[in-house]
């Protein structure tokens, strides 16, 4: 079946430090969403993105839309303490907009202070 | 809060014991989803409701078994535990099925089976 790869799988990174992950998947993808979730909890939609090269922010976050359709990347600017968790990439695969998200595995992001 | 509530939020079985995790969302959603999620593995759907009165297996089936109560509830039930359904279980729901505008998670049930 269609996976999404991400990586890197884990992060330890110094407090006020940028961080950049991506996903990539060997098939394309029309939606690619970016979920985080914080230690005891569900993953929470952070970004949605829904077409090719779009490039989106929400706060210190900013996500893109791969122009293949087949990656996306996750930026995070002036990391801080709270920003730790696992961040997943989700998408309906197929080419189309229907069908049951598949996740990828997940980066875990830990920040020192 | 509006959202996904799932019950219980722990609960340890012996090997062989049943259960039902519970799951109500109060967005007035049309599908729901069970997955679980072990550590280095993602997020696995276990079945998916598209709608009420429909059920369907997702990628890891076996051993589990569902119900959707109505539009609001739908359960997830291990008749017979073994150690290898030890997981933490998330119940979702979105306005219809792969919605581009994503899920919406509950804060997970841990299972541990010994």
């Known amino acids: 079946g269609q996976q999404l790869n991400q990586s890197p799988q884990s992060m330890f990174i110094q407090e006020g430090e940028d961080v950049s992950m991506n996903c990539t998947s060997s098939?394309?993808?029309?939606?690619w969403l970016w979920y985080k979730q914080e230690p005891g909890e569900g993953p929470v939609l952070l970004i949605a993105?829904?077409?090719?090269?779009e490039l989106t922010s929400n706060g210190r976050l900013t996500a893109q839309f791969g122009i293949t359709r087949k990656d996306s990347f996750l930026n995070i600017s002036a990391s801080i303490p709270s920003d730790v968790g696992i961040y997943f990439c989700?998408?309906?695969?197929?080419?189309?907009?229907?069908?049951?998200?598949?996740f990828g595995k997940g980066t875990k992001l830990s920040v020192k202070p | 809060n509006a959202g996904v509530t799932q019950t219980p939020k722990f609960q340890v079985l012996k090997t062989g014991q049943s259960m039902t995790l519970q799951c109500a969302q109060d967005?007035?959603?049309?599908?729901m989803y069970w997955y679980r999620q072990d550590p280095g593995m993602g997020l696995r759907l276990i079945y998916y409701?598209?709608?009420?009165?429909?059920?369907d297996k997702g990628e890891v089936p076996n051993g589990y078994n569902v119900s959707r109560l109505n539009k609001r509830e739908f359960s997830l039930r291990l008749e017979s535990a073994a150690p290898s359904q030890t997981s933490v279980y998330f119940c979702?729901?979105?306005?219809?099925?792969?919605?581009?505008?994503?899920?919406?998670f509950g804060s997970g049930t841990r299972l541990t089976v010994v």
């Open positions: 993105l829904y077409k090719a090269g």
């Open positions: 967005m007035n959603h049309n599908s």
């Open positions: 989700a998408g309906p695969p197929g080419g189309g907009s229907q069908g049951n998200l598949i």
């Open positions: 098939s394309i993808f029309n939606t």
């Open positions: 409701s598209a709608s009420e009165g429909t059920t």
């Open positions: 979702a729901s979105s306005e219809m099925i792969g919605t581009a505008f994503g899920y919406t």
